[in-house]
């Protein structure tokens, strides 16, 4: 069993930067964050993996960046140019058991989940 803890978020103007961070109780070989507007779908958007390898969704490509800790067991999220789009609840996600190398892991391939974070970008 995987505990995570996330931090970071908050509120923000368009324009700013906010740091996400996630901590797992132990090592785990492949972490990532996720969103969730209310009453939409999750949506993935960026992933670290044990072996230095980092993916993102297409779209975020620029703005957000993604670094796994392996010695501290941390995944962050740093988000910059952050729009009112941008807001939701942000959640950690841990050991899809595969380097994100070869693509961006959909939720289900991962097993642990954190209780999530809320950003929220006014303009």
């Known amino acids: 069993q995987i505990q995570l803890v996330e931090s970071g978020g908050g509120s923000v103007q368009a324009g700013g930067s906010l740091r996400l961070s996630c901590t797992a109780s132990?090592?785990?070989?492949?972490m990532g964050w996720f969103r969730q507007i209310q009453g939409q779908k999750r949506e993935s958007l960026a992933a670290g993996s044990y072996d230095g390898s980092a993916a993102y969704q297409v779209y975020l490509t620029g703005r957000f960046k993604v670094l796994k800790d392996n010695e501290a067991n941390t995944l962050s999220l740093q988000m910059n140019d952050l729009q009112p789009e941008d807001s939701a609840m942000y959640f950690c996600?841990?050991?899809?058991?595969?380097?994100?190398?070869?693509?961006?892991?959909?939720?289900?391939?991962?097993?642990?989940w954190g209780q999530g974070t809320q950003v929220t970008v006014s303009s």
């Open positions: 996600a841990a050991d899809c058991g595969r380097t994100v190398r070869v693509g961006l892991p959909f939720d289900y391939e991962f097993q642990y």
């Open positions: 132990k090592s785990t070989r492949c």
